[in-house]
């Protein structure tokens, strides 16, 4: 019988967290030499300071391709995985026949699901049985989740790997392309207060040149602007895409997208090196955050 390893999975994942990487350098070269210009206006009539940016540049068209490719080697570290499981279900190697149709399945529906999982026909029944509960079906199910409050529900792991296969699959048919998006602070300044503002808001749109990104309302006439008022300290600025999660960052997309696959790796370790039982399910490793 052929040793099972883990290292064409892990390989795969670590290619993904290089072009991670690769597209996070890109973008802090990218944001240093093209700023974005913020403005702020006074607006009597609308008892605010409205906030709009300018010289604002498309993405890197380059992003796009390093996307997809990290979504790529994640999902195939997932289909690495389950050709070693198979081995061990086997006791063999894998007739070409059988490792072309072995496959890691991703499923938003449970009859979606049962066609897939010819994928992991060969796998033991308690290998079959924790891929199926870290479906994307299966997100909402605090049987086997557990109730939390934050993160989720949904659970993270299966959210993360169906945003994993759609950009992946995504990416099999056209260039991913993200877009700027802005974000304002959460907790606006003590002078704001201080001068009778009342709240703030921000624009859910994708920006261009122009676009108006938010205002600080005021509860009367707002305040003259304040000499030397730099209005780009209250605002950062990130890639997003617009399907899924529009107004997160690509950064934390692909993160989580990396973290949940790399805790399914972890809980198969032990079965592919040691032919042991799958390790406890866990619900979310935070060390990067939701």
């Known amino acids: 019988m ?7 999975c892990r390989a795969k994942l670590a290619r993904a967290d290089e072009h991670l990487r690769s ?4 973008l802090n070269s990218f944001r240093a030499a093209h700023p974005i210009k913020v403005t702020v206006e006074r607006n009597v009539d609308e008892k605010a300071f409205i906030f709009h940016v300018y010289d604002v540049e498309p993405c890197n068209p380059e992003w796009g391709v390093l996307i997809g490719d990290c979504a790529h080697n994640a999902r195939s570290s997932l289909d690495h995985l389950v050709f070693q499981l198979s081995v061990q279900g086997l006791g063999r190697g894998l007739t070409t026949a059988e490792a072309r149709s072995s496959q890691f399945p991703v499923c938003e529906q449970m009859d979606s699901y049962r066609r897939a999982e010819r994928g992991v026909v060969h796998l ?3 290998h079959k049985q924790r891929i199926w509960e870290v479906q994307p079906f299966n997100a909402g199910d605090e049987k086997i989740w557990g109730p939390h409050d934050m993160p989720g529900p949904p659970a993270p792991i299966p959210s993360y790997l169906r945003e994993l296969t759609n950009l992946n699959n995504a990416d099999k048919h056209r260039v991913i392309t993200p877009v700027w998006h802005g974000v304002g602070l959460v907790k606006l300044p003590t002078e704001f207060r201080e001068v009778g503002g009342v709240s703030g808001g921000g624009t859910w749109a994708a920006l261009e040149e122009g676009t108006r990104i938010g205002e600080w309302n005021f509860d009367s006439t707002p305040p003259k602007i304040p000499t030397g008022f730099r209005p780009e300290q209250y605002w950062t600025f990130h890639p997003s895409l617009r399907d899924p ?5 690509v950064s934390r997309i692909l993160g989580n997208c990396l973290t949940a696959t790399r805790m399914i790796l972890d809980m198969f370790e032990p079965c592919v090196l040691r032919g042991e039982a799958p390790m406890p399910l866990r619900y979310w490793d935070g060390s990067r955050g939701l």
């Open 245 to 249: 999660h529009f107004a997160t960052s």
């Open 23 to 26: 597209f996070e350098d890109s």
């Open 2 to 8: 052929p040793q099972a390893t883990m290292d064409g």
């Open 124 to 126: 033991l029944p308690e």
